[in-house]
């Protein structure tokens, strides 16, 4: 059985026709990349898996259980987290009270707390800082903290990378390292030699279907199969 | 910021107690505490100063500071869940109306198995808890919406309940008009409690002469002031921890991004319909002080759309999402109204008074300027302030305490915390 498991997923918004069918399966503690050109679908699956934007045909399974059309909260609840594209912050709360609000009631706050702390020193220096008035780099690293805590088995990680400067990519890559030592992670990524560097298996998208998946061992951007749905 | 003095003052506030952490983050409020008690008597000895002309034209008069009172309440409980969950609630005035209706009908007999003496703050703390059910009726509808889709139907809502009181004539024998107030001064105190309950109310209220023999006399009025602060105090402090709590981190993730609050576990729709329905109370025991004081209410102070706008210029111009700033507003807003009537003292008779008549009968292409002052000046309010609120708009639109926080970098309470904290050591 798969962790989470994709069957014949179609996603509308509105009447644009999304997600035509989209099949795909992750396993437990694997990094599996999403990847493809602009508005093929990558953030409508994370979306439809979440449920934000419920499928209308197709089941989404997670943990062998058919999650299509419960609502978002319950999916989360199941242990899903989410790292949107943009990094999203709750602006206006503090970096601490933004872990604190990520924490499940039941969950130890000061363990989580000291948890993402020791993994990201510089998050702990700017602890009572609003997260507006973080660097984009500091934004993206509580952004993957917050998906960090609360149990998640899984974690969907928006475009990671998406508007940072090299040195800090580097430090988001090491983030999520840390973090899939705990977590299985799908991971939207424009980036491809990134996204080849860090996931153990892609699939790629176009028109809102898989046209290739495997293992990323090897596969480089010249590849043909690539190159066809990559390349403008 | 300087990084390092900012984790040394933040261990070194681990250690301390959490009694003097808590008292130095409300020195501010304190002082704002403060400043509204004292204020009556200083305004009353002003009067007998030189001064008293510009006081008496300058300052608020006690009506208008109970008015600050009860509508800055109601501001803050629109703040509340307008500001925290960015949810508008243009109908907001229902609930303001079914607090001030349900005291007076109350205290008339006319609500079943309700008797008509029970004491004033149970009939309000009632109230309150039937515009929470009434929070709930309308926001399982509501929320199901967002953005000004919610806010045009809350506004429908609060509609259909305004012609409904409007022509319903259970509530008054002329409902036009709205129901007075006939029973016994409501009192604010504890229940039961002679000794320490206070009789509300202009000229009907308690009043206290020579207080602690200190030679201070506290008219009905004054009384009113006092203890209707002490309700309002309340109710921001509950609504202030609210904020604070868990609960209020859970409505700021929900205003700030709700799909990414619900990805994280919560139930929004749930959080939403629970900050809607404790905004609804306060909105209501806003109402309940306003109908008690003014011993009566009508369709068109309570239910009326107009009401809500009031509500909403303040809060920006007070500062949305600070609690506080709405308040602040709403004492502006009365203020600059006190100044621009003549109902107790004002700029315009202070002109008049003030400028030698040859000045007032000049004339100036056509009109004198005794003319002008009456029409520009008297009674001119909300025009001056539809003015203001323009300009807050441009330019300072996080509101008053908005603005002061972003200065600050965090709340006021927090910032003179942590310099009163500097200078202890």
Redesign the interface.
Known sequence: MSLLELTDVHTYYGESHILQGVDLAVEESEIVALIGRNGVGKTTTLRSILQLTPPREGTVRFKGEDVTGDSTHDVAGRGIGWVPEERRMFGYLTVEENVRVAVPPEADFEAEREYVFDLFPDLERFREKEARNLSGGQQQMLAIARGMVGNNDLLLVDEPSEGLAPLIVEQVVDALREASAETTLVLVEQNFPLAMDLADRFYLLDHGTVVESGATDGVTADDDRIRRYLSA | ?D?VT??TA?HARDDEHWLREYAREHVPHLLVIALFAVYPPIYGLLLRTPLSAEANAFLPGTTFLIAMLFLGLFAMSFDFISGYTGYLSFGHAAFYGVGAYFIVLVANGDVPGIPAGTPFVITMIVGGLLAFGLALAIGAVSFRLSGVYFAMITLGFAQVAYELVRNWNYVAVNPQDGPTLSGPTPEIGIPYVDSVSIALGRLAGDSFENVLGLGIDISATLTSYYAIGAVVLLSYFAMQRLIHS?FG??M??I???E??????????FWYKMVAFGFSAFFAAIAGALFAAFSRGASPDETFYFLVTADALIVTIVGGI?TLAGPFFGTAFYEWLEDILSSEQGGLAPYLRGILPDGVLTADIAGITIADLINTVVDGRAPLFLGIVFVLFVLFVPNGLLGSVRDRL?NTVGKYVGGRLERYRR
């Open positions: 910021m990084t900012d984790t933040a868990p981190r859970v700021i993730a205003r700030e991004n799909e990414r609050a619900a990805a994280i576990g919560y139930n929004v999402g970098g």
